[in-house]
């Protein structure tokens, strides 16, 4: 779990004690009811972004009952959370956030998140083909239209593909002209790729997730994510030295098999990967000014 695959966590009152997973999306809470501060640890999971669903039934309470310590009731989760501390609304802020509809109030994954739920709840729940599926062909379909892998799916293609195809790495991080076509990677997945690096028998060899799971963009002419991966971990041999990158092959072996998660950290520091590399051959960008 600590490699942030894991998306959705299904759980009872164990949601509510300090399990820490990456990257989640959705926590659905089953077969409890939980207090107002058992409820803030498991929206807590979510950390930045998500969806928080507590089903309803016949449910185990909370065993730590306390006069000043209510159980979640039904209604605007934002007013009880309000009431138990005794905080005040300030004025002109929406009195919802992140509840009773307001949509305004979350944030854009979030909102998108809330969208496609909605969207695969009216069609799995209008598509009478849905309920009675068990063939393996049948799941992958319906593992394909689960809300958290739509997301992750757009939000992938957006990072890396956006309007064009990722053609490759140094383009990816900003470099144009000579410079960027002096730097090449050519052959770099059979050359340069330690073994068994990114490569995962049995599942989509375009991005090593099992097949009815694929995260690949449909009709993209741009590099597959695992090639997309290698030559990320190629950045990363250009700018470390030898010992520095045996170390950094050992920091990311979770992910030889799900590289997502080794894509996600790129993207989020790629503006320090273009200084990196501008460091490291400033020396050569000069001579080609020459």
Same mark, same amino acid.
């Given at each position: 779990?600590?490699?942030?695959?894991?998306?959705?966590?299904?759980?009872?009152?164990?949601?509510?004690?300090?399990?820490?997973?990456?990257?989640?999306?959705?926590?659905?809470?089953?077969?409890?009811?939980?207090?107002?501060?058992?409820?803030?640890?498991?929206?807590?999971?979510?950390?930045?972004?998500?969806?928080?669903?507590?089903?309803?039934?016949?449910?185990?309470?909370?065993?730590?009952?306390?006069?000043?310590?209510?159980?979640?009731?039904?209604?605007?989760?934002?007013?009880?959370?309000?009431?138990?501390?005794?905080?005040?609304?300030?004025?002109?802020?929406?009195?919802?956030?992140? #509840?009773?509809?307001? $949509?305004? =109030?979350?944030?854009?994954?979030?909102?998108?998140? &809330?969208? @496609?739920?909605?969207?695969?709840?009216?069609?799995?729940?209008?598509?009478?083909?849905?309920?009675?599926?068990?063939?393996?062909?049948?799941?992958?379909?319906?593992?394909?239209?689960?809300?958290?892998?739509?997301?992750?799916?757009?939000?992938?293609?957006?990072?890396?593909?956006?309007?064009?195809?990722?053609?490759?790495?140094?383009?990816?991080?900003?470099?144009?002209?000579?410079?960027?076509?002096?730097?090449?990677?050519?052959?770099?997945?059979?050359?340069? #790729?330690?073994?068994? $690096?990114? =490569?995962?028998?049995?599942?989509?060899?375009?991005? &090593?997730? @099992?097949?009815?799971?694929?995260?690949?963009?449909?009709?993209?002419?741009?590099?597959?994510?695992?090639?997309?991966?290698?030559?990320?971990?190629?950045?990363?041999?250009?700018?470390?030295?030898?010992?520095?990158?045996?170390?950094?092959?050992?920091?990311?072996?979770?992910?030889?098999?799900?590289?997502?998660?080794?894509?996600?950290?790129?993207?989020?520091?790629?503006?320090?990967?273009?200084?990196?590399?501008?460091?490291?051959?400033?020396?050569?960008?000069?001579?080609?000014?020459?």
């Amino acid at each position: 779990m600590i490699d942030g695959s894991k998306q959705l966590l299904i759980g009872t009152k164990l949601v509510a004690e300090g399990i820490s997973i990456p990257n989640l999306k959705m926590v659905i809470l089953t077969n409890f009811y939980p207090n107002i501060l058992e409820f803030i640890q498991i929206a807590g999971r979510l950390r930045e972004a998500g969806l928080c669903h507590i089903l309803k039934g016949r449910r185990r309470v909370s065993s730590w009952k306390h006069p000043r310590l209510p159980l979640i009731g039904e209604g605007c989760l934002a007013t009880q959370v309000r009431d138990f501390y005794n905080l005040e609304l300030a004025s002109r802020v929406n009195p919802h956030s992140g #509840c009773c509809g307001a $949509v305004i =109030t979350m944030p854009e994954a979030t909102r998108d998140l &809330l969208r @496609d739920v909605r969207e695969t709840a009216a069609t799995v729940g209008s598509d009478e083909s849905f309920r009675y599926q068990s063939s393996p062909s049948s799941n992958s379909t319906l593992a394909n239209r689960l809300p958290f892998r739509t997301v992750e799916a757009k939000r992938f293609k957006t990072n890396f593909h956006g309007w064009e195809a990722f053609s490759d790495v140094f383009k990816f991080l900003g470099f144009t002209g000579s410079f960027r076509e002096s730097l090449f990677l050519y052959g770099v997945d059979i050359h340069f #790729c330690p073994w068994e $690096v990114f =490569t995962a028998y049995g599942k989509c060899k375009n991005c &090593l997730k @099992d097949r009815y799971l694929c995260l690949c963009p449909p009709g993209t002419r741009g590099k597959s994510y695992r090639d997309i991966a290698i030559e990320i971990l190629a950045v990363h041999r250009i700018i470390l030295n030898d010992e520095k990158n045996e170390v950094h092959l050992k920091k990311i072996e979770p992910y030889f098999k799900d590289p997502f998660p080794y894509l996600d950290q790129f993207y989020k520091k790629k503006e320090k990967f273009y200084q990196k590399v501008l460091l490291k051959y400033y020396w050569y960008l000069n001579l080609l000014s020459l």
